[in-house]
């Protein structure tokens, strides 16, 4: 059984600065592709951030100078670091993962339960 577990979501003022983190557990040879997506209210889910095994990064332009993803392979984790908050930023964020099982040659995709980043004065 595999998990992902976001961390760090919260309130925060215009301009001020969040770090989110996921942390993967359970049974799996490897992790490929890891990002962050996002839903506020009445949205779709949005693609915000992702990144490769080999560390190559994407970013949504709505947040490319502002956000950094970054992940360490020997813990299994992924991190948004977020700067510059905006009040559109506010929504739901969710971890994403590429895993792929012992026994199978696809991978799969796993989502986090989600945190909420909430940016008001």
């Known amino acids: 059984q595999v998990q992902l577990v976001e961390s760090g979501g919260g309130l925060v003022q215009p301009g001020g600065s969040l770090r989110l983190s996921c942390a993967a557990s359970?049974?799996?040879?490897?992790?490929?592709?890891m990002g962050w997506y996002r839903r506020a209210p009445g949205k779709q889910r949005e693609l915000v951030a992702t990144i490769t095994s080999a560390g190559s990064t994407n970013y949504a332009d709505s947040v490319k100078g502002r956000f950094t993803i970054s992940r360490d392979n020997a813990n299994k984790t992924v991190t948004l670091q977020m700067s510059s908050l905006k009040p559109e930023d506010t929504a739901v964020y969710y971890c994403?993962?590429?895993?792929?099982?012992?026994?199978?040659?696809?991978?799969?995709?796993?989502w986090g339960q989600g945190t909420q980043v909430t940016v008001s004065s």
């Open positions: 359970g049974t799996f040879r490897s992790i490929n592709n």
């Open positions: 994403n993962a590429q895993m792929a099982l012992y026994g199978t040659s696809w991978l799969n995709t796993y």
